[in-house]
């Protein structure tokens, strides 16, 4: 049953919007080789379907679309955050982003990929695996004694 009062040409934008978001998303997921803006692209990718479904339910007059663009994004955030923790753990494994140093990964027998523009080697630093540690910006003021600190003297 198709809504009367949601005309085609409203649909025809959302699915216009959509697939310029689909298209963006596949773009910069091919072209990049950064691990975050793949994933930031990738995520892209399922908003602009995400639009497409609402656009469809909307025209049709039921929920069906947004039912499933909710479950999509649900799914879609706890997927970002455990490749947020894998990005994590792999840059300290490896020290770079670059999926192209990510070789090592694979699994035994399989040839390596080699890139075009490949960069040089990248030589592990030995010693322990550590977060980046943010330097102190600035002198912290003198804290003003409690007043039970000054009655026991």
Do not use: C, K
């Not at 753990?89 to 694979?106: A, E, P």
């Amino acid at each position: 049953m198709i809504d009367p009062t949601f005309p085609f040409e409203y649909l025809s934008n959302y699915l216009i919007i959509g697939a310029a978001l689909l298209a963006l998303g596949m773009l910069g997921f091919l072209s990049r080789r950064n691990l975050i803006v793949m994933f930031l692209s990738a995520e892209m990718m399922l908003q602009g379907v995400a639009l497409t479904l609402v656009g469809f339910s909307r025209f049709h007059g039921n929920w069906t679309g947004q039912i499933f663009t909710i479950v999509m994004l649900t799914v879609a955030a706890s997927e970002a955050a455990l490749a947020l923790a894998l990005i994590l753990v792999l840059f300290n494994r490896i020290g770079s982003l670059d999926v192209t140093l990510w070789q090592g990964l694979r699994e035994t027998g399989l040839p390596e990929t080699v890139d075009a523009g490949e960069a040089e080697p990248y030589e592990p630093i030995p010693g322990p695996e550590s977060y980046p540690h943010l330097t102190p910006s600035g002198v912290e003021p003198p804290h003003p004694r409690q007043p039970w600190e000054q009655r026991r003297g």
